[in-house]
């Protein structure tokens, strides 16, 4: 953070992604887009970006052990990256964020369901929620069908799951998304609505699976305005 101090106790937003072969950091300036890193480190936060096991560049074991259950040791992995921020005396282990989009909006959502109580805030934007509901040629390739692998498919659902959160999630999603169809996160809430969970949601009219050009500024003052309202 903006003027560090090391007897301060500050807030950190884990960042993600974890997809199959996708790598975050590598030996490289980080893209425009990641500059929103910089924003909140002037806001007073650490952001924290790991590369889980499914990530690409580290062997084939490292990267094929996600195969047939998406999501499951990704999220053992980040969870390793909380502990090593915990034993950070700086960093308070009170107000912990998340975020992602489209695989790490679905990681994301996993977290908060799944280990309830990690972090206070996540904000999920685009996320799968239902593997059975994504593209056949991304899902078979890693999870294989629904009939070969329904032990797979239950393990990674999240609609279920919808009544374990707790904490504050804001889910975003674009009408018009067709990588990461509006009904992925349209049944969560009607799941969560059913559970008596509360979940905040956020619709763009008309967008697809990413927010791009002007109102892109709209959307991540969206997602920095929640962290701020919720966790510093």
Do not use: C
């Amino acid at each position: 953070p903006y003027n560090f101090n090391s007897s301060g106790k500050y807030p950190v937003i884990v960042y993600l992604y974890n997809g199959p072969h996708v790598q975050l950091i590598t030996n490289s300036y980080p893209a425009s887009g990641n500059l929103w890193y910089d924003y909140m480190s002037q806001k007073g936060y650490f952001v924290f970006v790991m590369d889980g096991r499914g990530s690409g560049n580290r062997g084939l074991a490292f990267e094929q052990v996600t195969y047939t259950r998406l999501g499951q040791v990704e999220m053992e992995d980040q969870l390793k990256g909380v502990a090593y921020l915990k034993s950070l005396p700086f960093i308070d282990a009170e107000r912990m964020g998340v975020h992602g989009w489209s695989f790490g909006g679905f990681m994301t959502t996993s977290l908060m369901t799944q280990y309830p109580g990690v972090f206070k805030v996540g904000v999920a934007g685009g996320p799968v929620i239902e593997w059975d509901m994504y593209e056949i040629m991304y899902t078979e390739r890693y999870m294989k069908t629904p009939q070969t692998n329904p032990e797979g498919y239950k393990l990674t659902g999240l609609i279920e799951k919808a009544g374990d959160i707790k904490g504050k999630l804001l889910m975003i999603h674009g009408t018009d998304d067709d990588v990461v169809v509006w009904q992925h996160s349209l049944r969560f809430i009607e799941s969560s609505v059913k559970k008596g969970v509360q979940v905040d949601y956020y619709v763009y009219p008309g967008y697809q699976h990413n927010i791009l050009g002007q109102d892109r500024v709209h959307l991540m003052q969206k997602i920095s305005d929640y962290f701020d309202d919720y966790l510093k």
